[in-house]
Every structure is written in C-alpha cells, then in structure tokens.
C-alpha cells in the first residue's frame, strides 16, 4: 500500500500546486475578498472531489472484476490521456494570467456553493481521475471501491491543504509571482515532467 501512496501523494502534490482555473479562482479569491473567502472557496473546490471519486470508484471497480484485459485498457487510456496533457501543457502559453479587479464579494455559503459547482460540472475532472487513479491501486483483486475513497480522501485532504495555503497567501504568492517573471516557465516544466512521469508510472 505505502508503495503505491507515496508516489501517489507525490504526484498528486505537485499537480495540485500546478496552475490551472481552481487554484487561481482561489488565488483571486483571497486577493480580492480576503483569506476566508478564499479559504471557503478551496473548500467548496476540494468537496467537490467526492463526486468525482465516486463515479470513477463505482464504474471502474465493476469493470476491474469483469475483465482484466479491460482494466489494462483504462490503464492504457490513462497514460495516453496524461502524455496529452503534457503535450498540451507544453504548447501553452507559460505566462500566469489573473486579475482581482472586479471581483464582487459574495457570502461565505455562496462562494462554497459556487466552488463546488465549478468542481463537479468540470467533466475534465472526472476523466483526470479515471485516467489518474487506476494506476495507483495496490490491491486490484481487493475492495477496489475502498481503495478508490482511500486515494480520493487523501487527493482531496492535499487539495484543501495546498489550495487553502494559496488562499492565506494569496497577496505573497501574486507578489512573488509578478516580480518573478521566469515563475511561470517553471510550474509550466513541473507540470510537464510530472504528466510524463506519472503516465510511465502507470505503464510499468
């Protein structure tokens, strides 16, 4: 189990550090309103997870058990959809793009409403996991339902842990970010070599 959970967590760690839509939502978020809506809006962003989890757990553990030439394909799938990612990471524009200008404050309960949403109706999300997770199983003749919620529950504790730091700071973080230029190539290779390395990961 912990051989599969460290580079698990690993991986994990520094995709969820990488920038995309939800980290920079949070970032604004607590440049603008301050920490706790920021913070609150992470929450509503990370509970989101549990949907996601569950449809990949349910869908993938049934056909685990019906055929493991199946689950080999999924697998397959995963590593490919990842190089994708990284294939599209690399053709990007490097250069982080956010503005706290014109962001209204909205309550607390509405801000966690909202990340929630923007979490579960963001389908990419859901064929993240399901190219992400099945990797990562340690046991596929066990309770594969279990181990799914298992890896959910620790993605969505360092998504809240990582996402909530960037709402406390967020005004050091944008700061860091403007007078450093070169940041944005960097997170950019993170991404790419983390995309790449976990997609051979899941083929051996």
Partial sequence: MLEQLIPFLTASAVLTISPGPDIIYVMVQGMANGKKHGFVTALG?????????SLVAFGVSAIIKNSD???FIIKLFG???LLYL????????PEIAYSAEGIKEK??????????????LN????????????GFLWE??????????????????????????????????SNYL??????????KWLQIVAFIGIASFILI
């Fill in 140 to 173: 596929s003749n066990g309770n594969t339902v279990l181990q799914f919620y298992i890896l959910g529950a620790f993605f969505m504790l360092l998504t809240i842990l990582i996402f909530g730091s960037v709402a406390l700071l967020a005004g050091k973080i």
């Fill in 86 to 93: 990284a294939w599209q990471v690399f053709k990007s524009d």
């Fill in 69 to 71: 030439t199946l689950f």
């Fill in 79 to 81: 590593a490919i959809y």
């Fill in 107 to 120: 309550s607390l309960f509405s801000l966690f409403k909202q990340g929630f949403i923007m979490n579960v």
């Fill in 45 to 53: 962003l990370a509970t989101g997870i549990i949907i996601h989890t």
């Fill in 178 to 187: 403007k007078k450093h230029k070169h940041s944005g190539i960097v997170l």
């Fill in 123 to 134: 389908p990419k999300v859901t064929i993240f996991f399901l190219a992400f997770f099945p």
